[in-house]
């Protein structure tokens, strides 16, 4: 949200050492001239020369402001909108084409005619802050909804006589499901069920990571609002806000989880997320002509060394 040099410079170096080669860049709910500011300077920043040394932004996730009250998790309540077209349009222009994945609750009223105006648009449409029943999850998907947002987090629970948007998001074996592998979002045995439901080309992990990660225990900043984190943890009175995870952890923490294999593991943090946001022909691979950004991993998923448009970072 802040979207100047130094900071994307600074979360740049920091995740290029992890072994993040390209990511998206993630509004939070915020009045919308905020909003609109952070998504117009990410998009400078985006259009500007890259330092081969750092990660680099590719896209921008639009978290917000299009989500459920009820679960919205730390997004602030008073600058939730209902769908409205015109102002998803403000939000792509000002983003001038590189706002690529919107997150949005798929029982609020229109969604499903949101959704397709979105992807007429090139974006990705991915359900979450969502407390949708099944069934009315079904028109967004029918729009082409391709995804869900950090799954279990800030979701209708499962029910075994109420069907929930969990239940759509397990089942369906066309969309994508994210997770935060932290062992905090998300306790272990759960995420053995996910893995059995989703499966190495649907499953996602992502991080959900805020402006803490990499930092010790303190009070940080998420949009205009205060998070502390302690032990690894991040909350805003009291409510998960974020993560201090970083993707190389995540894979660690996965693959002792599920006794997954390193092989299918990697397809989590790789070939799937650029699959699902249509990067697949410049991140997902080392071929010719794609950005040498390797990561030197063992066996148990543990990071070796970094490498950044291959220059060795760490």
């Known amino acids: 949200m802040e979207a ?66 009820s679960r919205r998790g730390v997004q602030p309540l008073a600058y939730l909108l209902e769908p409205n077209i015109a102002t998803l349009d403000k939000m ?3 983003a001038e084409g590189h706002a690529r994945l919107i997150t ?10 949101f959704a397709a105006h979105a992807i007429s648009r090139g974006l990705r449409v991915s359900i979450g802050h ?6 009315e999850c079904l028109p967004t998907l029918a729009a082409g909804a391709i995804s869900a947002t950090h799954t279990f987090n800030a979701m209708r629970p499962l029910d075994h006589r109420d069907p929930s948007i969990l239940s759509t998001v397990l089942t369906n074996d066309d969309l994508f499901a994210e997770l935060i592998c932290d062992g905090i979002h998300v306790s272990p045995e759960i995420v053995k069920i996910w893995w059995k439901m989703k499966g190495p080309e649907r499953a996602i992990l992502v991080t959900d990571a805020m402006s803490a990660t990499g930092m010790p225990d303190g009070t940080y900043q998420l949009g205009d609002f205060d998070v502390q984190v302690a032990n690894g943890k991040a909350t805003a009175d009291g409510v998960l806000a974020g993560s201090v995870l970083t993707l190389d952890r995540a894979l660690e923490n996965f693959i002792r989880f ?30 010719p ?20 448009n291959g ?4």
Do not use: C
């Open 311 to 314: 220059i060795r970072i760490n």
């Open 104 to 113: 949005l609750a798929p029982e609020l009223p229109g969604a499903a005619d």
């Open 130 to 135: 969502s407390n949708a029943t099944s069934a």
């Open 4 to 69: 100047t040099t130094a900071a994307l410079s600074a979360i740049g170096r920091f995740l290029a050492s992890r072994g993040t080669g390209s990511y998206l860049a993630t509004t939070v709910t915020a009045p919308m001239d905020l909003t609109l500011r952070a998504i117009s300077g990410l998009a400078k920043l985006l259009n500007a020369p890259a330092d081969p040394t750092q990660a680099r932004p590719i896209g921008i996730h639009l978290e917000g402001p299009f989500l459920s009250h």
């Open 289 to 308: 002509g794609s950005p040498a950004n390797i990561l030197a991993i063992n066996k148990k998923g543990q990071r070796i060394a970094s490498l950044q």
């Open 92 to 94: 792509i222009d000002a």
């Open 258 to 287: 599920t006794n997954a294999t390193l092989d299918d593991a990697l397809h989590l943090l790789t070939l799937n997320p650029a699959t699902m946001t249509g990067f697949q022909n410049q991140t997902a691979a080392l071929i």
